[in-house]
């Protein structure tokens, strides 16, 4: 089939569809190089809108962590977890890790409060080994505060 002239514009013609069997291997193809990604990669779904949303609240946690009162020196890390962020840093006292190994700080969960629209604030307790709610707040904002402040030394102990 070759291209005609419509009103003086050169129209190409439609590529024929592919059979079904070639389109499973193609997909097949793709697949297997999934795989072969490296770990983590793969492995996290392919939702942009939360993702972008998640880099955006990663980003700002990081920008807020900089301008805490405690250990500033040490340079924290910001990850996911679930739908909320944790946080995590080498411990300087080396009250909770006589090596100066990375410590777990606080995790931010959302919609664990006031019907799911605010935000909980929680702290590790490395004794118990669990997560200990802090604070609840409809804003981030004040959440973070708390974090960086820190006046009882409960995130970095």
Known sequence: MTGRCVGGAQVRP???LRPPQQIRQMLRALQARRREMPSG???QPATPAGSRVMDLLIRQVQRVLGERSRYRYVKP???REG???RIESPCCSRNI???GGVI???LLQPGTSRGGRGWTLYARDHTAGCWAAQAEDEALQPLLALL???????FWP
């Open 104 to 106: 777990d700080i606080a």
């Open 83 to 85: 739908e909320g962020v």
């Open 77 to 79: 890390r910001v990850l």
């Open 14 to 16: 439609l590529r024929p």
């Open 148 to 154: 960086c402040q820190d006046p009882q030394r409960v």
């Open 41 to 43: 990669m793969a492995a």
């Open 97 to 99: 890790d006589r090596s």
